[in-house]
């Protein structure tokens, strides 16, 4: 496994979208494309529901192992003014969409959503929900940064229909903690855990991450450990992406060689894998463990998993709207990005102008290597019509999936292309083989993270 780890292990995208963000045609898009895609996706299914994803950016201190766009600040007075122009902005896609849409998903993302007070979120959900209709089972759910998540926090939401929070661990080391400028101690997850619990939320997550500064096997097994003593109902155990190229990335506070080696991070990965499907966790897509009885673990046996820029989801919706800086929202048939900065943000909203900045237009080949790529991520496997036609150099694709196939990863049928046991880890890999752009324009720099 070790030389298929040193082979493997390169740069490359985690395809939460097809086409990947660096690869988008945003000189062929337009604002007023973005918005014909919307309506053309909400018009289609207004009874399945949309999707929403809800970017509040700011952080009191900055975790040095965050990639996310966020604004570090202090000053809670602006959160109201950003809450408000939230709701404006929801206010416009109504608008746009012309009836009320019934709203299946909500996740609030971060920045550290618990930055803001319980009041001003439940005032958010409540605004959202004023011009839309819930839908009968709803999956709403939030990040919480278990230092300042209160149960007040957790109430206010629920109140309001939330019964998923996922809470943000990385890893119980001191000295993993300092460098990551994540100090949180066991005592104050365990509290938030439990609260959920009491409150009645159906499921809890926890964030575990491997291959950070100056992490061993020993302290991602002791994670494990203390993680499995609070048995959340699903957990997910990413893969550090170093990529300190970004603006704005702490990651500089360190160097590459305070990262344990591929090999070391392959060995803590595999391990975790064990002991988590010991400990009675399903392995479900990528990076992602679930108690049988939980949702996700679920639609993965049902075959209904999905993912999008919110990550996994028991349930696909045609139609995702991104709300806040920086969200990228999904119509199924393109992309579209908003500004990433507060202050142009909040001016274009109050002018009535939806905040985007860039955007993807899918051609038909776009959306037919989504769907590989999409179903080797939710399910190891994706199937072809014989003589598929649609994806003009569908036999370069094979040609990219003989090596792996001789490697053991895959197996290829005629129409079909499964991924092994032995390659699962390797699923970013896979899918990169479908990955037509990717291959036609080899990019010049380094845009991604290592896949292993």
């Not at 990528?286 to 049902?302: G, N, R």
């Amino acid at each position: 496994m070790c030389h298929l780890v040193q082979k493997y292990n390169v740069p490359g995208p985690r395809y939460t979208s097809y086409p990947t963000v660096p690869y988008w045609d945003s000189d062929g898009f337009s604002g007023k494309l973005w918005k014909t895609s919307v309506l053309k996706a909400f018009q289609e299914n207004p009874e399945d529901g949309i999707s929403l994803y809800i970017h509040l950016p700011f952080c009191e201190s900055m975790c040095t192992f965050c990639g996310c766009h966020k604004r570090i600040t202090k000053r809670h007075e602006l959160e109201l003014p950003y809450i408000k122009t939230v709701i404006k902005e929801w206010q416009l896609y109504c608008d746009l969409l012309g009836s009320k849409p019934v709203v299946k998903e909500i996740h609030l993302g971060g920045g550290t959503p618990t930055f803001f007070s319980p009041e001003h979120l439940k005032l958010l959900i409540e605004g959202i929900l004023r011009r839309s209709k819930k839908a009968d089972d709803p999956q709403f759910s939030f990040e919480g940064h278990p230092n300042n998540t209160t149960k007040e926090h957790l109430q206010a939401l629920f109140d309001v229909g939330f019964r998923r929070v996922c809470l943000g661990v990385q890893d119980y080391n001191e000295t993993v903690q300092k460098a990551i400028n994540r100090i949180q101690p066991f005592e104050n997850v365990k509290n938030v855990t439990e609260w959920a619990r009491e409150i009645g939320y159906t499921s809890v997550g926890h964030d575990i991450i491997y291959g950070l500064p100056f992490q061993t096997t020993t302290d991602v097994k002791r994670t494990i450990l203390k993680t499995n003593a609070l048995k959340p109902d699903r957990i997910a155990f990413y893969s550090y992406a170093h990529v300190p190229w970004l603006k704005g990335n702490g990651q500089r506070g360190y160097k590459e060689t305070d990262l344990p080696a591929s090999t070391e991070k392959k060995k803590q990965y595999e391990m975790g894998k064990k002991m988590l499907t010991d400990f009675g966790y399903k392995d479900v897509g990528m990076d992602h463990f679930a108690l049988p009885t939980d949702s996700l673990c679920i639609a993965m046996e049902k075959g209904t998993l999905h993912r999008n820029f919110m990550g996994y989801s028991p349930s696909k919706t045609k139609l995702m709207i991104g709300l806040g800086v920086s969200s990228i929202g999904d119509s199924w048939y393109g992309f579209a990005q908003n500004v990433k900065s507060v202050e142009e943000y909040e001016h274009l909203v109050s002018h009535g102008v939806i905040p985007i900045y860039r955007g993807h237009i899918l051609t038909e080949e776009d959306q037919q290597i989504r769907k590989h790529i999409l179903n080797l991520m939710c399910r190891f496997e994706t199937n072809w019509e014989f003589g598929e036609t649609r994806i003009s150099d569908f036999q370069k694709i094979i040609e990219n999936l003989s090596e792996l196939e001789s490697d053991g990863l895959v197996s290829i049928g005629p129409t079909h292309v499964k991924v092994t046991e032995k390659g699962r880890p390797f699923v970013r890999n896979i899918s990169m083989a479908f990955d037509l752009k990717l291959h036609r324009k080899k990019p010049e720099t380094r845009l991604f993270s290592m896949t292993v």
